[in-house]
């Protein structure tokens, strides 16, 4: 039988809203969706919350998520990137369990809205495509990478190098571009062996605009749904 678990992190320093993942959203804590989202799938056997607050720990296993460990200082700061969050998630439930991962679902709490079956989805496109190394969330992006700069010194650069005037191109000749969202990263378990959580093959799963909710802000967190 397939091995698949669905990984919630859930930090508790978060800057911008202080304890942003167990505030409450739809009358439940923020973390809370993302369980029960996980519960309701047939293909996942396991829900693991990894934070580093035994308050959120408290809160995860109330709604039916395990809390194995608590999160070790060294990999819950500001600047700490997912790849060794889940690689230190992944190999202790390996560990307590005595049995290898072969899938993880990573659900961030900051996206509560899930449209259905998106572990399914990603299930059913990377078990299509061997070489795939994670099944990643998409929306068509709303403001074009063309059109994007950064900020060198007193001037602007552009953040695509290697066409000539991307910025300048007509709407029709611009490629589609997608951005991330935060509601699903389906990882094969070798691909922590790349340490990363993505790997080089990343194959998409599309979504509408009007499916995403992201929560970074306190407005994202009381706009109407």
């Known amino acids: 039988m397939v091995n698949i678990i669905a990984l919630i992190p859930a930090r508790s320093g978060s800057k911008g809203i202080p304890k942003k993942n167990i505030l ?23 829900i693991v919350v990894s934070t580093d607050s035994e308050e959120f720990a408290s809160i995860s296993n109330k709604f039916g998520a395990r809390t194995p460990f608590i999160r070790p200082s060294t990999l819950s700061g500001d600047n700490v ?10 190999n202790f439930v390996e560990k307590e369990n005595n049995r ?10 900051t996206s509560p809205l899930r449209p259905s079956n998106l572990i399914e989805k990603a299930y059913e496109i990377i078990q299509n495509n061997k070489q795939a190394t994670s ?18 010194g007193d001037k602007l650069v552009p953040i695509i190098s290697d066409v000539h005037e991307p910025y300048n191109l007509p709407r029709q000749q611009l490629p589609t571009s997608f951005f ?8 094969r378990r070798n691909t922590l062996n790349q340490n990363s959580v ?3 093959y990343i194959l998409p799963l599309f979504l509408k605009n009007e499916e995403l909710y992201d929560i970074d802000t306190i407005e994202d967190l009381n706009r109407k749904y």
């Open 24 to 46: 409450e959203f739809k009358g439940k804590p923020l973390l809370a969706h993302s369980i029960i989202y996980a519960k309701k799938s047939s293909l996942v056997n396991d």
């Open 81 to 90: 990137e997912d790849f060794p969050v889940v690689d230190h998630a992944v």
């Open 100 to 109: 290898k991962i072969d899938f993880i679902a990573l659900l961030r709490p």
């Open 135 to 152: 099944v990643r969330s998409v929306v068509p992006s709303k403001q074009h990478c063309y059109r994007q700069w950064f900020k060198e």
């Open 180 to 187: 991330q969202s935060g509601d699903i990263e389906f990882i």
């Open 198 to 200: 993505s790997g080089n």
